[in-house]
């Protein structure tokens, strides 16, 4: 059982909810792993504080031109759909931190001129903290492809067991890629005008996609009922309200976890908790 914990926006309490929702199951003695697919600036550790015990580079193929092969047919340049190679008269240039690893210059080259060299865009580390199994995946500092680290981070979880990844936020691209396959999506908002904008775009993503979503409103007493209307609207699923609480924001500023340290703040949680088990049974009797 895969469940992605999304947001149209940052900001919404999704990693504080992710970490809550993972580290309550796991307390259950339900098998659980928390993935932090957020790889430009994953923060579900602070929280967690794992220990990391493997560590992996993820890396791209980006062509090398070997020039006394090339013969300046130009074919590598027409191919590249994202401006990486620059063919001039003299030699072709490869600009690194453009490339998508696609590997279409190399085929079409008809002098086998192209080489790949892996370049290094991230890193993918697993370990746990406590029962609860961690992976987390970190963009390379000055880096702009999240979904290969995604991707590599997505090929680092279990099989078994309940998966609960903290997706990045927005509706680009690492986001499709984070939800992508998994069966159910969480959507964090805040009744806000700025939530509901955010959250009807994170929804037509969602749909797309062919997903289903609940929505879980977070500081649910404050701002203005746009949202829960939109909701209704759409037949969309509020599993979830959590009211503004000074005690969890004081958690979060000293990085503490609130379903650790809050009174009351996990038993808000068991519904959502349950409601991720009751759907790990159903997916195990298909
Ligand atoms: S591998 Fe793809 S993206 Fe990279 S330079 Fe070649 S064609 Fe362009
Ligand atoms: S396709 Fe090969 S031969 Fe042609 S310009 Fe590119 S590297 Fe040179």
Redesign the pocket.
């Known amino acids: 059982m895969k469940v992605a914990i999304a947001s149209g926006k940052g900001g919404t309490g999704k990693t504080t909810l992710a970490t809550g929702l993972a580290h309550l199951l796991a307390a259950k003695d339900h098998l659980t792993t928390y993935v932090d697919c957020d790889v430009e600036e994953p923060n579900g550790h602070i929280f967690l504080r794992p220990g990391i015990e493997r560590s992996e580079d993820v890396s791209i193929p980006v062509p090398a031109?070997d020039q006394e092969?090339?013969?300046?047919?130009?074919?590598?340049?027409e191919i590249c759909r994202f401006n990486a190679l620059a063919?001039l008269p003299e030699k072709?240039m490869v600009f690194p931190s453009l490339c998508h690893g696609c590997g279409g210059?190399t085929l079409?080259?008809?002098?086998g001129?192209?080489t790949e060299v892996p370049r290094v865009v991230g890193v993918v580390e697993r370990g746990s903290a406590g029962e609860l199994g961690f992976v987390q995946g970190r963009l390379a500092v000055g880096e702009a492809m999240a979904t290969p680290v995604i991707r590599a981070v997505k090929k680092a979880i279990p099989t078994e067991g309940v998966v609960i990844l903290d997706a990045p936020p927005g509706t680009s691209c690492p986001v499709v890629e984070t939800i992508r396959g998994v069966d159910w999506v969480v959507m964090v908002t805040e009744p806000t005008p700025f939530g509901l904008n955010d959250l009807k775009l994170a929804v037509g993503a969602v749909r797309k996609l062919g997903l289903t979503t609940s929505i879980v409103i977070n500081r649910s007493d404050v701002g203005n009922s746009g949202v829960e209307d939109y909701c209704r609207e759409e037949g969309l699923d509020v599993i979830l309200k959590i009211p503004h609480s000074r005690s969890v924001a004081e958690a979060y500023a000293r990085g503490e976890m609130p379903v650790v340290t809050v009174p009351g703040y996990a038993d808000m949680l068991e519904t959502l908790a349950g409601a991720v088990l009751t759907r790990t049974r159903e997916a195990e009797k298909r």
Do not use: D
């Open positions: 031109i092969l090339c013969t300046n047919c130009g074919r590598c340049c063919c072709v210059c079409v080259c008809p002098e001129a192209i």
